[in-house]
């Protein structure tokens, strides 16, 4: 463990550039100040930005590339043309190379995930990667994915994405045996996919070793932290997030303009402002910015491309709490055990 | 039209069976006086319930089953005992021998699925039923389908899903033109499953008579109000349905914990105690319960297994308005107009 965490930033992705990518590392690093920064982009948009984030500026290193990966770009073609110099390629391969401890990218998810897997090497065992998500619930966070690394999957690929949560909240959550749920449309056994069912069967048959198997959830069980690990594909799971932030959104708004309609409404508002504020806070989809890249053998994270500075910085403070706390060592650990232990659980399972 | 709207319910289906149904079709009585009811199911169990709602049984009779279709039988099985003779298939079945205008349960989604596919006849050229659910936006309702019918569906199912859709829109919100999105996991073209690229080409290439294609929406999208419909196969629908309810429900909950917690936030809470109310009402899952099977020669309200009585009222009111302002009928002559033109187009679209 270095001194400093040390954050690789492409610092031209998502919507908005370095915008809002300067202005949200500075709030990050204000929170974290033993955090420096390498800083992957066009240096004539980055360093009058940075110029106005003195602080940011002084733990920070800019390295210049001219290309950058468009938001709408097929994986294939950001491949071709950003592969060795794009601001993307660049910032993963820092962590590859082990100048900077984690990865951060705001940019567009498909090629992120093409890059990582050309970049950076997989775990072994791993198929695919999965992003992650730490979703607050009623009873606290639960980790959810795959939230859109990949679409559709075979029941071990849901069995492989259950190993990697349930490591992951074990760590995250400090909890010996997290319980596991497969998103479907039903509890009943008799509803769903042919692979969720699969993977229901494969997991109660043969439970993961540090994990206990709950059963099948739905949509609804998310928020309410029926478990600690929702597993899903990377299709359902990302509609699930997306919606859930819309649903916040639109309350959040309903809740805005019922506040303003009368003086009753405005006052009752101006007493319990502390009250919205902490209910605010819990409902910012901004604050659970950030979906961890499991599978790989480096720390990535993925910012939605189109958050702002506060958002960002969520992002950013996720990266440096997994390289604080050695979250991906832990993971690592767990998952070994863990899917060891399921890959030979499930064999014996199969043959059943 | 009859001058009552005659409302057949399968008073055995849901969680909670007659206990919570009886008071529920009482609250959509008050609404709507012109109502009478048939009600399927163990009389012995329906008497006393009705008894304690004088004004609901001057105006239902009762039809004796031993039958009821439990909530975990598999479609097959239900149609294997509970055929001709369960509280779910009679209910059917009265609205298919015009003794009722509108068929309501609560019961088994599959079960009411295979039992309505078999009982009452299909719309001609529709392949399987979808249920389509109105949904509360920041721009006022939308129509989300399919929730929950039938997994997976190829591209031609997807551009079907959004002529029904489309023409429910028209009808129910007196629109032209509604818009229509697919559900999928990006904007950008490149993303996103097969079908769901492959049907978003037919709808660019040929579009739909009465309906404007917008493209591809995520599931922010949704609540957002986006697009006036929004289609999706029935997996990823029902979990965007299901996580949408679970986060409002969320939501509500922290915003009652927050209010009490002090006593300015109590406070507040009173002097704004309409504002509240009026988003509570809003935000209610409740007062959206009920998904139209649409794709049917009759009308069919699905009402949530766990609904309570207020709402499963919502569920009947539903109904009520479906039979009362004749929106199959409309609804089917939209569809006749726009499907017909879908597959016209859609045959030039894949030659082209």
């Not at 240096?43 to 390295?63: N, Y």
């Not at 490591?167 to 596991?180: E, G, S």
């Not at 659970?288 to 890249?293: E, K, L, S």
């Amino acid at each position: 463990m270095p001194n400093k965490v040390r954050i690789a930033i492409d610092a031209m992705g998502g919507d908005h550039g370095p915008t809002v990518l300067i202005p949200g590392a500075e709030i990050s690093l204000v929170r974290h100040p033993d955090s420096e920064f390498i800083l992957f982009g066009n240096e004539a948009q980055i360093a009058p930005l940075l110029a106005q984030h003195p602080r940011l500026k002084a733990v920070s290193r800019v390295v210049h590339t001219d290309v950058s990966v468009k938001m709408d770009e097929k994986p294939s073609q950001a491949l071709r043309h950003g592969r060795w110099k794009s601001s993307m390629w660049l910032t993963l391969d820092a962590v590859k190379r082990g100048d900077a401890d984690v990865a951060i990218s705001a940019g567009n998810t498909g090629a992120l995930m093409a890059m990582a897997r050309f970049c950076i090497r997989m775990r072994e065992g791993v198929d695919r990667p999965a992003i992650a998500a730490l979703w607050p619930t009623m009873r606290g966070e639960s980790v959810v994915l795959d939230v859109g690394a990949s679409i559709g999957g075979d029941a071990e690929h849901l069995v492989n994405l259950a190993a990697m949560g349930s490591a992951m909240a074990r760590v995250l959550f400090d909890i010996d045996q997290p319980t596991v749920g497969l998103l479907n449309i039903g509890v009943e056994e008799v509803k769903g996919l042919d692979a969720v069912r699969e993977a229901g069967r494969i997991l109660r048959e043969t439970p993961l070793s540090h994990a206990t198997y709950f059963g099948f959830v739905e949509g609804d069980d998310i928020g309410r932290g029926t478990v600690d690990v929702v597993v899903s594909e990377g299709f359902s799971g990302n509609i699930a997030l997306k919606t859930a932030e819309g649903t916040a959104r639109q309350l959040g708004s309903y809740l805005r303009a019922a506040m303003t309609r009368t003086w009753q409404a405005k006052l009752g508002y101006f007493l319990a402002r502390h009250a919205f504020a902490a209910v605010r806070e819990k409902m910012d989809p901004r604050k659970v910015n950030g979906g961890v890249f499991l599978g790989l053998n480096n720390i990535v994270i993925k910012s939605h491309g189109g958050t702002d500075a506060e958002g960002f910085a969520a992002a950013v403070d996720l990266g440096y709490d997994m390289v604080r706390y050695e979250l991906l060592e832990k993971i690592n650990q767990a998952l070994s055990r863990s899917s060891g232990a399921a890959v030979a659980e499930k064999k014996v399972g199969i043959s059943a």
